[in-house]
């Protein structure tokens, strides 16, 4: 459980709270037969990503021509009232990777589209308003196909095939960001994460061709100037890192396409999932197990941590394990499973792909505990489902208070299902309308 606390001069009267969520008597990792069933086209289309609005609604975003015979150009809007797919439907040419929504409810597309709505050029990055409008004044000159953006303060990063590079909120590229990496790296980089420092996590398939850069697959950069952070201890890995979670203690959980991890010299065997503390060394003890029945490779994809530190972790596996004392103990899970804080496997989280594709690009752990997936199946739990599910979780272990601890202390406890986050700003209203804020938050896990 984590606790977010603000100590301030301030005065409140009455309660603060948030209502309690009802319990869930379904199995954790269950399907949720009241989401709307999905069906893209053509043929090896898959929804890539599926973002909340803060509204609930859903932006959901891919490689695809049409969703349930409505004509959605890599691109569309799940309506949470209703179930349906409304007019909010960008027109990109190309596919989309990965999309980001701003506080004012805009969101940030990015991908391999050059075009939006016909004829209104787009190069791999574009925003849109919360209707749908696109902006005619941010437009940043991205060099290479989009991979993922991430938000940085009011700046963007985006992770592209040829490097790393910062945007300001106005579309402008930001000069003072050194972009070097775009000449030095060969391959893309797929992945990047903000620290709660400013400090940038990239990771990716690329290997450096000058001494510029002092590792291949993953990197931490200065949010500032953008150039390697030398003290941060880069893992030795074989293989692409496709993902990387913050965690509350400042450690970071990798994913990826690796099966070493050489701390020191020394090489010891992982399966694509690792942690690192918060300067980059190596964490031993954490050793989850992933294989692929038959052979080949496991790959992570995307990792979520809940707020009571368990993690959601979707890839390309199909078992998964852990060794206590000796005794290794193997599950069957197909693209998705649940591993506790220190690497374990949590056996009552069982989702079950049983398509002959089970590959999973994308989790997000919605507000009441419940998690979307997208990626690459046609059945889930023995029913036809494409690209796009939502399961249960086991929300009777939520916590998700908010409350005046004092006179001077606001205190929002939270733990269970729920999403994990790295920061919190609290801010208060006499009128509902009108805001003014208190500060940043103190997080402690207890």
């Not at 596919?95 to 980001?100: A, G």
């Not at 190069?123 to 919360?130: E, L, M, P, T």
């Not at 590959?359 to 023995?382: A, R």
Request: glycine share 12%.
């Amino acid at each position: 459980m984590s606790a977010l606390s603000l100590s301030k001069s301030i005065f409140l009267t009455g309660a603060l709270g948030i209502a309690p969520l009802l319990a869930q008597t379904t199995t954790p990792g269950q399907l949720d037969t009241t989401f709307p069933t999905i069906s893209v086209t053509p043929a090896g289309a898959h929804v890539r990503t599926a973002v909340p609005q803060l509204d609930g609604n859903l932006l959901i975003a891919g490689s695809f021509g049409t969703i349930n015979t409505n004509t959605r150009l890599h691109a569309a809007r799940l309506l949470a009232a209703t179930g349906t797919f409304d007019s909010y439907h960008p027109q990109f040419n190309s596919y989309v990777n990965n999309v980001v929504v701003d506080p004012d409810g805009s969101a940030i597309y990015c991908g391999a589209f050059t075009g939006v709505n016909g004829t209104t050029v787009r190069q791999y990055v574009g925003r849109f308003a919360s209707n749908g409008t696109l902006s005619n004044t941010f437009l940043p000159a991205v060099p290479s196909i989009a991979n993922t953006v991430a938000k940085q303060n009011n700046n963007y990063i985006v992770a592209s095939q040829v490097g790393l590079h910062r945007y300001l909120s106005s579309g402008n590229v930001d000069n003072t960001f050194d972009d070097y990496l775009g000449n030095t790296l060969t391959n893309a980089v797929l992945h990047t994460a903000v620290q709660p420092d400013g400090n940038i996590l990239m990771g990716g398939p690329f290997v450096a061709t000058t001494s510029a850069v002092n590792n291949m697959y993953f990197e931490r950069i200065s949010g500032f100037q953008g150039k390697v952070d030398a003290t941060f201890k880069n893992p030795i890995l074989n293989g692409k890192v496709n993902t990387s979670s913050l965690q509350k203690d400042g450690s970071i959980i990798v994913g990826g396409a690796f099966t070493t991890v050489t701390p020191g010299g020394n090489t010891v065997g992982r399966d694509g999932l690792i942690r690192l503390l918060s300067g980059g060394t190596f964490d031993a003890s954490f050793a989850p197990q992933l294989s692929i029945t038959g052979g080949g490779t496991p790959s992570v994809n995307c990792i979520a941590t809940q707020a009571d530190g368990k993690l959601l972790v979707g890839g390309l596996f199909t078992t998964v394990g852990h060794t206590i004392s000796g005794t290794t103990t193997s599950y069957t899970r197909r693209g998705i499973a649940r591993f506790n804080p220190n690497g374990t496997v949590d056996p009552t989280f069982d989702a079950k792909i049983n398509s002959a594709a089970y590959e999973v690009t994308s989790i997000s752990i919605l507000g009441d505990g419940k998690v979307l997936i997208t990626g690459n199946f046609d059945y889930f739990n023995s029913v036809p489902r494409s690209s796009l599910v939502r399961l249960h979780n086991d929300t009777t272990s939520i916590v998700n208070d908010l409350r005046a601890a004092n006179s001077t202390t606001v205190r929002w406890m939270r733990g269970g299902a729920l999403p994990e986050i790295t920061s919190a700003t609290f801010q208060y209203s006499t009128n509902g309308a009108t805001w003014f804020p208190l500060g940043t938050g103190t997080g402690t896990r207890i």
